[in-house]
């Protein structure tokens, strides 16, 4: 759906990783690596992007050789680096441009989106389990405070729970933190005063199945 709106996946991977991150610098190969995507690919559309206003570059300079270890590091994952980065170790770098003026809009529009592929998970998790208490927090309310993403409570298949997890890691382009319990540990922790699980329940949440009586 994103990808028919902007145009490409590539561009709906990179706009969600700045969108959500808006603090964060990322560099080109950085992205590429962490997004599985080609370099040129990754270059074109942050110059793209960055002509439309929604991001922003800068360079970092490094003075040390312990400063150009530590963006060698950031870039490339590792502290060696190739020729074609060595260019006198200034690195370009990109990061959201907050003051953007459609930046709220289309931020908003991602969260929504991922939201609409929770709903298409929720529909695929009915046929494989008995689902008692299904709760979107974490990136699909952006909440980077949140412990999990995902909370799951009912009698599932494990294994196909996880292959439901993977498919909609690839959906979203990002990994999924979730927690799944049957209904005695729930009852169990909830008895207890868990911390961990008081944590979810107290965090911003959207809840899609409610069968235990939270609301």
């Known amino acids: 759906m994103l990808s028919n709106l902007f145009g490409s996946r590539a561009r ?9 991150n808006p603090d964060q610098k990322y560099y080109i190969r950085q992205l590429s690596r962490d997004l599985k995507l080609q370099v040129n690919s990754v270059r074109r559309e942050l110059e793209n992007l960055e002509k439309f206003g929604i991001l922003v ?17 950031s870039i490339t994952g590792k502290i060696t680096a190739s020729d074609d980065d060595n260019e006198k170790h200034d690195k370009k770098y990109f990061k959201a441009h907050a003051d953007f003026v459609l930046f709220e809009e289309i931020k908003s529009l991602i969260i929504k989106a991922q939201i609409l592929y929770g709903e298409d998970f929720f529909n695929k998790l009915k046929k494989i389990g008995s689902i008692k208490l ?5 990136k ?15 009698r599932i298949n494990k294994i196909r729970l996880l292959r439901l997890i993977k498919e909609l890691e690839r959906e979203l382009g990002r990994e999924i933190n979730f927690t799944y319990m049957d209904m005695p540990e729930f009852k169990y922790r909830r008895e207890i005063t ?19 009586g939270l609301t």
């Open 134 to 138: 299904l709760i979107f927090l974490g």
């Open 140 to 154: 699909f309310v952006n909440d980077p405070s949140s412990p999990v993403d995902l909370f799951v409570v009912g």
């Open 57 to 73: 570059s800068g360079s970092v300079i490094a003075s040390s050789e312990a400063d150009k270890a530590a963006i060698f590091s």
């Open 12 to 20: 709906v991977k990179i706009l969600k990783i700045f969108l959500l």
């Open 194 to 212: 868990d911390i961990f699980l008081y944590g979810i329940l107290e965090n911003k949440k959207i809840i899609a199945v409610d069968q235990i």
